[in-house]
Every structure is written in C-alpha cells, then in structure tokens.
DNA sequence: GCTTGACCTGGAGCGCGCTCCAGGTTCTAC
DNA sequence: GTAGAACCTGGAGCGCGCTCCAGGTCAAGC
C-alpha cells in the first residue's frame, strides 16, 4: 500500500516563481499580479506556501502573453480567463472574443503597413537630401 | 501704399483649434498637452491669443502622428522635434533616429504576425471543436 | 541549529499619456 | 450691446499596467 497515492517523486515537474520570471520574461511581481488579478488561478503551493507552477499554467501564461503581446487589455484578459474557469460550455464565447480579437489586430496590422511605407518614403527622402548635401565626396573618389 | 504688405484676406488659410481636433481625431486637450509638452511648436494666435493651426502644422501633426500610432513615445518624439526645431544641421541625426523607430517597427510587425498565425492555430482549434460538439446539425437537414 | 537568500502578503507608489476642472477671456450671431 | 459658445491657462486627477516596500515566513547549505 506504498504506491497508491502519486509519491513525492511521482509528481510532474514544477517551477518556482523565479524559473517562471526568467522563463517568460515577466518579473515575481508581475507574476503575483496577475495572480491576484484573476488573469491566472491561484497557483499551487508548497506546504510552505510558496508558489510551485506546473506546465499547465506555463502554457496558460504564454497564451496569456500572445493576447498581451497583440494588445488585448487586462480587462479583457480577465474576462477570458474568467469565461474559461467556467468550463468547456463558454468556449463558444472564448472563441467570439478571439475571433473580435484577431480582427481588431488585423487591423492594427494594416495601419502598421501603411505607417511603415509613409516612414520608408521619409527616410528616403531624408537620404536623398544628405546625398545631395555633401556631393563632393564622390566626385573625390 | 496699400499692397505692399500681405492683406488679411491674402493670409493663408487656418484652423482652429476645433476643427484640427475634429480633422487629427485629437481632442483639444491633446492638442494643447502636445503644444505644452514641446512637440509643436508654439502654433500662432489671433490678436485675442485663440490659436490658429496652419497647413504646415497640420502637416507635422501628421507626421507626429504617424510616429505615435507606430508606437514611439512621447519623449522620444520630444527629442525629435527638439532635433527639428534646431533646423537643417540635424537632418542625420533625424534621420538616424527614424531608421532605429523603422527597425524597431519591422521587429514589432514580426512578433504580431508570428502570434497572429497561433491565434489562427488556437481559432481553429475551438471552431474544430465547436463542429465535433454538434454533430446533429447537419445530420438533420 | 544558523545563516542567507528566496519567497510571502497587503497596500502604496509610479510613469505614461492623456483628461478634467476652475475661473477667466474672446468670438460670433443677433 | 448681449448672450452663449468657444477658447484660454495652470494645475490637479485618472486609468493602466505594473513596481516597490515593509515586515514578515520558508528553504537550502553548511
């Protein structure tokens, strides 16, 4: 009757909160705020109540950071999370919302585009008028 | 003696302060935070000290613009109309700085797509799932 | 057992980019 | 000339997304 119950050293890995900062980039503080925001379930502890994170909750973060990083709001992130703890029966509004999101950065996307070319012409433009500036130094060569 | 001097009605057009926020998208508060903060220069006044917005300011509010929704900061930009204001001499260093914001740019535009193409990946993994969910819908028509 | 560094909590503070406010002046239309 | 809308200034306030702090507890190596 030793091996009912996983043993210690069955369990799957974890991460304390200092390999998950340098893992993602976020730092302790950022991590706990997000905690204490609702934007990650309370992570296990340790009997010590120190934080152990396990791979589920490394790949909920890094999605967390893919909407982050595409410029979803906390706000908005909290209400995906809180849609997701209620289960499999909100993935159609999870799905709406990543659809509302995906358009909102295609968006963004193109205005970047367009953004980018007017600054390319400028650059040039700034190019050409330092090239005709200083025009000797061709002619020198 | 009465044309030599520019006659009020050859002034070139202006705007007010109304009418640029309605045409930028900025409100009037921004547009004076953007003249107190340095980023325009002082815009001319009628003899009641009411500004009046010319083409060449609309012309740089652009420019600004295009700078901010390409994510550079208010200091950054600071700095470049700082440049600006300093005439010709800093053409280079102007320069110089749009390449890195161009730079910057082209990396942001990378990391969006790269997280654009997993939230399509996550898209339709939800929409395969919804499908597999309510297998009856098709059946019965 | 002790030391030292990592970790905990609740709450205050901060930098950014505006936004709002009070109290006053100017412009426009009648 | 007057009413009402638009505008002015200096400065306070705000929402966001963290970041820092104080005052403690816990864990790992010696």
Same mark, same amino acid.
């Given at each position: 009757?030793?091996?009912?119950?996983?043993?210690?050293?069955?369990?799957?890995?974890?991460?304390?909160?200092?390999?998950?900062? *340098? &893992?993602? /980039?976020?730092?302790?503080?950022?991590? $706990?705020? #997000? !905690?204490? +925001?609702? %934007?990650? *379930? &309370?992570? /296990?502890?340790?009997?010590?109540?120190? $934080?152990? #994170? !396990?791979? +589920?909750? %490394?790949?909920?973060?890094?999605?967390?950071?893919?909407?982050?990083?595409?410029?979803?709001?906390?706000?908005?992130?909290?209400?995906?999370?809180?849609?997701?703890?209620?289960?499999?029966?909100?993935?159609?509004?999870?799905?709406?919302?990543?659809?509302?999101?995906?358009?909102?950065?295609?968006?963004?996307?193109?205005?970047?585009?367009?953004?980018?070319?007017?600054?390319?012409?400028?650059?040039?433009?700034?190019?050409?008028?330092?090239?005709?500036?200083?025009?000797?130094?061709?002619?020198?060569?």
């Amino acid at each position: 009757m030793t091996s009912g119950q996983p043993l210690p050293q069955d369990r799957e890995p974890s991460w304390t909160i200092a390999q998950v900062a *340098e &893992r993602t /980039g976020l730092s302790h503080d950022t991590l $706990r705020y #997000y !905690e204490k +925001a609702g %934007l990650i *379930e &309370r992570v /296990g502890r340790t009997t010590g109540n120190q $934080r152990r #994170y !396990e791979a +589920a909750d %490394l790949l909920w973060l890094e999605f967390l950071l893919r909407l982050r990083e595409t410029g979803m709001s906390i706000s908005d992130m909290q209400h995906y999370a809180r849609l997701r703890a209620e289960g499999d029966a909100t993935v159609a509004d999870r799905l709406a919302m990543l659809r509302e999101h995906r358009a909102e950065l295609a968006d963004r996307m193109r205005a970047l585009r367009r953004n980018a070319s007017a600054l390319d012409d400028k650059i040039e433009h700034y190019e050409r008028l330092l090239d005709e500036r200083r025009p000797g130094t061709d002619e020198l060569t």
